[in-house]
């Protein structure tokens, strides 16, 4: 018979029963007149090496007992199915296997959804897998790098752990770390096989003083590693693409950390354009937050690629339009997926001839999915150099942004295999006859 892997099979209406019975007690058979209980789907039900296996017919779940030998990370569920019933696939398709190896360790509790092959009934099943004894997990490094993301868990689990949670209605376990010298303590919810921790106001463990972690699983003795310390990793800085035009009178929120408050910040307003970079000061607001109070004065129109320094050190860069005025202009140019419209080209723009790329105008035009956007509301693209010019007539390219709920159109646009190698400046050229000031980065052709 062969076996499949399950990670996640679908939810589906089930019927209800008021009792509890040992999983392997063979039920009646779908075809009687006796009323539908979740029982009758299986025969039997097996799980090899398990030391029980209890199953609440209200609830629907499943509760797997490993003994602490069992060093597996996986394990298999051996169903014989009713006559009649069969298995759903996590493509939501009915097939007669009835054997799923699971791997358990650290993951979610199984689902499978059982039915009848004509679809009158079905049954939703949920499996828990718990091992007995303590968990043993090791510690990989007592140097733990941090930032406002979190860090890498350190942790290795190496065997006695079920999946998360181990029991219906069962706590998560918990990851705790206490600064032993200033006594200052933070914890956090430890998920399915969770890669990067999460602490609030983590910049407290950073220092030289002793850490010590504690992971508390339910009805487990703690689990204690001391002696850790927390370095601070490479800080980073960005601005929100969901605002591009600012005024001189606008504030520019940075976000990312983790920031410090007696270091100095700075932002650089550079372009290919200017010959002398604008810096202002950056205000500290928070570990995660600067703000950009006043522009640079006299700061002119036009487009800037933005560089955050702490100190002499380049954190980061963003790309935003300076007006005081409503302005149509070019937001963003670039090679590659259409997906990268969801955020602003910060890269130098370098491209062969015959090279297709994108170009998103500001203002751009939103809509919903099935909007019919016309492509003549787009803009031409000039490209410009000494005494040659050229227009590129855009293509129709429309994003589609699910997370929004929203699509807009931007151009799609192709190197002219005829244009000579150099540097351009970049336009566009509206339907109204607007031509934007240049893009902040020119394009090299090669």
């Known amino acids: 018979m062969r076996k499949l892997t399950f990670l996640l099979l679908f939810i589906s209406v089930a019927c209800l029963s008021n009792c509890k019975k040992d999983s392997k007690?063979?039920?009646?058979?779908?075809?009687?007149?006796?009323?539908?209980?979740?029982?009758?789907?299986?025969?039997?039900?097996?799980?090899?090496?398990?030391?029980?296996?209890?199953?609440?017919?209200?609830?629907?779940?499943?509760?797997?007992?490993?003994?602490e030998s069992y060093l597996s990370n996986s394990a298999e569920l051996k169903m014989s199915l009713n006559k009649n019933v069969v298995l759903i696939d996590s493509l939501g398709k009915a097939t007669t296997d009835s054997t799923i190896t699971y791997n358990f360790k650290g993951?979610?509790?199984?689902?499978?959804?059982?039915?009848?092959?004509?679809?009158?009934?079905?049954?939703?099943?949920?499996?828990?897998?718990?091992?007995?004894?303590?968990?043993?997990?090791?510690l990989l490094t007592k140097v733990i790098t941090i930032n406002t993301n979190g860090f890498k868990s350190p942790?290795?689990?190496?065997?006695?752990?079920?999946?998360?949670?181990?029991?219906?209605?069962?706590?998560?376990?918990?990851?705790?770390?206490?600064?032993?010298?200033?006594?200052?303590?933070?914890?956090?919810?430890?998920?399915?096989?969770?890669e990067n921790i999460?602490?609030?106001n983590i910049d407290k463990l950073v220092g030289a003083?002793?850490?010590?972690?504690?992971?508390?699983?339910?009805?487990k003795d703690p689990i204690v590693f001391e002696g850790l310390t927390f370095t601070r990793g490479?800080?980073?800085?960005?601005?929100?693409?969901?605002?591009?035009?600012y005024s001189t009178k606008d504030s520019v929120f940075i976000s990312g950390g983790y920031f410090i408050s007696t270091s100095k910040y700075t932002v650089k307003f550079t372009s290919d354009f200017v010959t002398s970079p604008a810096t202002a000061s950056l205000r500290f607001l928070s570990p995660t937050s600067l703000n950009l109070e006043k522009f640079p004065a006299n700061i002119a129109e036009g487009s800037y690629l933005l560089t955050f320094h702490e100190g002499e050190k380049r954190i980061g860069e963003g790309s935003i339009y300076v007006s005081n005025v409503a302005s149509k202009s070019i937001e963003s140019v670039w090679k590659g997926?259409?997906?990268?419209?969801?955020?602003?080209?910060?890269?130098?723009?370098?491209?062969?001839?015959?090279?297709?790329?994108?170009?998103?105008?500001?203002?751009?035009?939103?809509?919903?999915?099935?909007?019919?956007?016309?492509?003549?509301?787009?803009?031409?693209?000039?490209?410009?150099?000494?005494?040659?010019?050229?227009?590129?007539?855009?293509?129709?390219?429309?994003?589609?942004?699910?997370?929004a709920g929203v699509s807009y159109p931007v151009g799609k646009y192709v190197v002219p295999a005829s244009l000579a190698a150099g540097q351009y400046e970049v336009m566009a050229v509206f339907p109204d006859k607007t031509v934007s000031k240049p893009y902040w980065a020119k394009m090299r052709v090669n």
């Open 107 to 138: 993951n979610q509790p199984l689902t499978f959804t059982l039915r009848d092959k004509e679809d009158k009934f079905a049954g939703l099943f949920t499996v828990y897998f718990e091992i007995a004894g303590q968990p043993k997990v090791e």
């Open 155 to 194: 942790f290795k689990f190496v065997s006695g752990v079920g999946t998360i949670p181990s029991r219906p209605g069962q706590t998560p376990p918990v990851i705790k770390a206490t600064n032993a010298k200033t006594g200052f303590s933070t914890q956090t919810t430890y998920y399915q096989n969770q």
């Open 337 to 403: 997926e259409l997906t990268q419209a969801l955020i602003r080209n910060t890269e130098p723009l370098t491209f062969k001839k015959g090279d297709a790329f994108y170009a998103k105008p500001s203002p751009v035009e939103y809509g919903s999915s099935n909007t019919n956007f016309d492509v003549n509301k787009l803009p031409a693209l000039r490209l410009k150099s000494g005494a040659t010019t050229v227009d590129l007539k855009p293509a129709l390219a429309v994003v589609n942004w699910a997370t």
């Open 209 to 219: 003083d002793p850490i010590k972690i504690e992971i508390l699983f339910a009805d």
């Open 234 to 245: 490479e800080p980073f800085s960005r601005i929100p693409d969901s605002k591009f035009v």
């Open 198 to 200: 999460t602490f609030e």
């Open 25 to 67: 007690d063979p039920g009646p058979d779908p075809d009687t007149e006796l009323p539908y209980t979740p029982i009758q789907f299986l025969r039997s039900f097996d799980v090899p090496g398990s030391e029980k296996i209890t199953f609440d017919s209200v609830t629907k779940n499943y509760q797997i007992s490993l003994p």
